[in-house]
């Protein structure tokens, strides 16, 4: 059964994201990293609570990224910078100021959501409200 105090709580922390400003408004890369782990968790490329950083998560950022922009922010900073949220967690070094992708494959062991997060990630209809959440609030724009 879902904990809709808890939906709700960590709906909203998806939807205050700290977001950086940039001259086209703003920078949709955490949105659609967070919309690509979502998308993972239902292809089941991710089916633990450990998301690497791996060509299927990168694949599927470039996918949705350029649904909404000619130019893509790479795909290591929203990872690496997701970091910063409450809900997410780099497992591994998080010492650098700007990350590159081989610091990631080398330092960084994966990522992980709050668990009672990932709990609730598992119920399609609650990834669908999710995703439809973030394209509106972040995308729709």
Do not use: C
Request: charged share 20%.
């Amino acid at each position: 059964m879902i904990n809709n105090l808890q939906l709700t709580y960590y709906l909203n922390l998806f939807l205050s994201i700290n977001i950086a400003k940039n001259k086209n408004g703003i920078n949709i890369a955490k949105p659609v990293m967070l919309l690509s782990i979502l998308n993972g968790i239902e292809d089941n490329t991710i089916t633990e609570n450990k998301i690497y950083f791996n060509k299927e998560l990168v694949s599927n950022y470039r996918h949705i990224f350029s649904q909404y922009r000619k130019t893509i922010t790479p795909p290591e900073y929203p990872y690496y910078y997701l970091n910063s949220e409450s809900f997410y967690t780099i497992v591994g070094s998080t010492n650098r100021k700007t990350p590159s992708a081989k610091f990631i494959r080398e330092e960084v062991q994966y990522s992980m959501l709050d668990d009672m997060l990932w709990q609730l990630l598992q119920n399609r209809e609650v990834r669908q409200k999710f995703s439809e959440a973030i394209i509106t609030h972040f995308l729709s724009k």
